[in-house]
């Protein structure tokens, strides 16, 4: 037999026993559950544990297991509460046979289901199926892991428990339905899941090549901006303002009655919540026949999910890997001119252009052009903003609501939309990959390098804190001009905050991020965690300052309040600053480790 | 007829309008040690990776062992073994753990993969490593438990993309050894790497890529007759070195640079 079996090699003993006997290995079979797909399930699950196992090892996986499972506490209470709360209105739609309204339901679990995951990291590391190609692994078995890894995402954790709420509102309220809710639940569960590992699956192979990248990055900024603007604008007109509650019912039914909100709702039974939501409702009404045909087009619907991302993962399996793909080759340059231009030097160009010194200018250029190819990041920065619109709408309910809205409204708006510049500050690095070495191998300090990535990161914050500023003011009403100078204050003084801390994070917590994917992302809870520790710190000094001074009457004492403090986090900033070279260095291994890891 | 280890037809890949590997046909016959050589970016890994099913060619076949091969011929599959480009270990196991891993995902017995893990930590010398996570190993140990893992499963076809990178004198010797043993026993070794040296004194067939074409393929006294008949008559006597072979070849050697570099010391 050919190979090594009964080597020997010189007398190394490699498989003396084995000579002219071959070894006993089992049966290939591309089946889900054959005898070579079992033992690899079995060798993937200890491949998984003893990773698990060996991350403890460090002190900072430790503080990783530490932090996961204070986060995991916080996801699972939010999981649990939401199955609570869905799983109560499930109750009382039930128990008072109002089955038209599961619809409402369904539609905020899946919405929940699909958005959640590039809202939130992972709770585990996430693994690449693509390094599982080189070893005899069948198309089944990989679909199948594919999708059981997708089951540890917290989408579909707290999809499956408010799958549960469900289940156990309407059983409750109605025992004889479990027999219908439990398999509708199900199929509705396997979609969802199916067709978040789908979308996912398509947009990092979209993603995946850098001039989609861009493409899809500028879309997704055309679309912040135009939901900023829109919206207000629709709100503005006053469509909020009018009436008392009885006339606002009588606007809702109104705006039920419409002929769009009826052919949406129309539209709406025939996709999966709309089918669930039918077929829970005509077997509540003891329909039996009619209940398996929304059902039936449910099962469609999951197997047309499976099939989407059956299709991707083929491509996935057979081979194609865009990733790899090399860069487009040069013309062949044959004049010299190329080697004969000028010796400029990027960082020199760059440095007549911004007028700063050449290595903070090449940076800076560097990670403006890193910036825009990097989804994540854009996504991290731009959601908050989106979201500022929902945070703002709970200011403005009431008769009159810009009057009544509460004194905090507007910087609270503006706090929350430098939430997501956490993923800047925090693992400025993050981006770097093995290109980390180059910032140890140059003759240039980490204090320059952190510098310019922090003021390239503020001047993005200031420019996210005016647009929040702006829709704030749009939605919430015109604040005065003491409010605006206090909020002014208090982001000089959160600004620095979160470039000391997330300077701190980035040299000890680091982790490598892929610009080209928003899911299977891998994370740092340790630096997720703390960070918004910290943010909730600062939020919470905020509001102390704020109140304080409002009690008292005397809001424009915010306003040299929160200047001392700017300065003295602006020192912290600056102290952070000039021992990053020191804290790089005794963190060269971590860094260069962590940042030059595979995919 | 002999039946080819590796066979290829009209191989070809391509990235967008780039064509990486070009119709490459060539044939391996088992018990070869075949360099497979080229200059950055010639199309080596790109060809590896498609003959070990990491990555599908946009058009031609591939036949090992005589059998259509593709990613999902899971009976080809464990009959080769490949050290691929980047490695693909896993760096929060130990050398133990990731071998034993390897061993089962190919379907080895429990029994029979721990003890070709103890076996092959033995022979690369790396069985006192056994408490280090892979990531903290040096790129050469990397390199040697990359072969291990390769070799783990006994497999007829090997595929080595750059295995002496970064392994020093002692440990490349013994691998060299080992690979030799290989062959002695009639395994196929595909090899690619740009230490010319070794290629020559390992290997009896090479070919060599160029731009995405296989410009040359034929055991190395041929290429060596070959090229030595071009030279001019002084020359096509001496005894050329697979440097020289490569460098007549791939057209490298009468290339100037474009221009001095006068600002370098």
Redesign the interface.
Known sequence: ???????G??G??????SIDNP????????GLLS??AR??Y??LA??RW??FV??L?SKLGVLELGARTISFAIYALMGIGLGVGVGAAAYMMASRDQWQYFAIVFWVVCVIWQVLPIMLASFGEQFDLG?????????RPFFLLSVVFGLSDLSTIIGGLCCLGVLVGTTAAQPRMFAWTAPILVLFAAFNILLVRAIFAWIDRWLSQRKTREILGAVFMVLVLSMQLTNPAFWQRGHRSQGSGAHQQYRIEQLLASPWVKTANEVQSFLPPGLAAVALRQAAENQVVLALEPLGILSIFVLGAGSVLGLRLR?E?????LG???A??KAA????K???AP?KIAAIEAEGRLGISGPIAAIIEKEIRGLFRSLPLLYAVGAPLVMVLVFSGVFIRGNSARVQAPLLAFPLCVFFAQIGFRMLFSNNLGTEGPGIQLYFLSPTSMRTVLLAKNLLHSAVFAVSMVIAGLLASLRLGQPDGVMVAATVAFLLFVLPVNLAVGNIFSLTMPFRVNPGRISRQRGSQASALFGLLFQAATLGVGAVVFEVCSLGGKLWVAIPAFLILAAIATFVWLRVLGNSDQIASERKDLLI?TLM??E | MEIAAIQTHGLTRR????T?VDDVTFSVA?GQFFGFLGPN?AGKS?TI??L?????PSAGTIEILGKPF???A??L??QI??V?E?M?L?????AT?YL???G??????KE?AN??TE??L??MQLANENKK?V?DFSHGMQKKLALAAA?I????VLFLDEPFEGVDAIAAGMLK??LQ??IN????IFLTTHVLEIVERLCSHVAIIHQGRLVANGALEELRAGVASTLPGAQSGQRLTLEEIFLSIVGAGDQEP??E?S?LA
């Open positions: 037999m050919a190979g090594i079996n009964g080597a090699i010189n190394s003993g490699i498989g003396d026993k070894e006993p290995v089992l049966a290939a079979g591309g005898p070579l033992a690899q079995g060798a200890y491949l003893r990773v060996n991350g090892r390094s599982l190609l080189r070893f005899p692994v069948g198309f491509a399996y057979r081979g194609e890997n790899a793909a090399p487009r080759k340059v044959n004049s010299g190329a080697v004969a010796p480790a890891k595979a | 990235f967008g309008e780039l990486a088992p970016g790109t990776k498609m070990t099913g990491l990555l599908e593709s990613a999902s899971l009976d599959k464990r073994g490949v691929p980047g693909a896993f760096g929060r196991l130990t753990e034993r891993f390897v089962r995902m190919y379907g080895l017995d029979t003890r070709r076996e092959l033995e022979f996570l990531t070799v499963h006994g497999p007829k050894t080992m043993g290989m026993r009639g395994a196929t474009a221009q570099l600002w």
